[in-house]
């Protein structure tokens, strides 16, 4: 069964730091996009940051210069490292795995966590 584990979610105050893990199951082979999305309360999911197999990533304007996105390829790992967090960064995070290769599977398969919430209190 393919699937990915997010973890590191939590409740911290404004200013402060959370660092999300993003871990792949063993039946994934290679991931040519990692990447971590939100969608708060009553707002639609989007994208925070994406970072491809080559090392090229791709942040949202709001996590520009706060959050910094990095991945393990060995093992299809990625983390977001969130820094002074403000109370609109709420909502919940999830791991997005694009064009991940399965072993015995053709193609290719997006694949997507559960979540794992954050809240930053007010």
């Known amino acids: 069964q393919v699937h990915l584990v997010e973890s590191g979610g939590g409740l911290v105050q404004p200013g402060g730091t959370l660092r999300l893990s993003c871990a792949a199951s063993?039946?994934?082979?290679?991931?040519?996009?990692m990447g971590w999305y939100r969608q708060a309360p009553g707002k639609q999911r989007e994208l925070v940051a994406s970072?491809?197999?080559?090392?090229?990533?791709n942040y949202a304007d709001f996590a520009k210069g706060r959050f910094t996105i990095s991945r393990i390829n060995a093992n299809n790992t990625v983390y977001l490292q969130m820094n002074s967090l403000k109370p609109e960064d709420t909502a919940v995070y999830y791991c997005?795995?694009?064009?991940?290769?399965?072993?015995?599977?053709?193609?290719?398969?997006?694949?997507r966590g559960q979540g794992t919430a954050v809240t930053v209190l007010s």
């Open positions: 997005n795995a694009a064009r991940a290769e399965v072993f015995g599977v053709r193609g290719s398969l997006e694949v």
């Open positions: 063993s039946g994934i082979r290679s991931i040519e996009t």
């Open positions: 970072m491809t197999i080559g090392g090229s990533t």
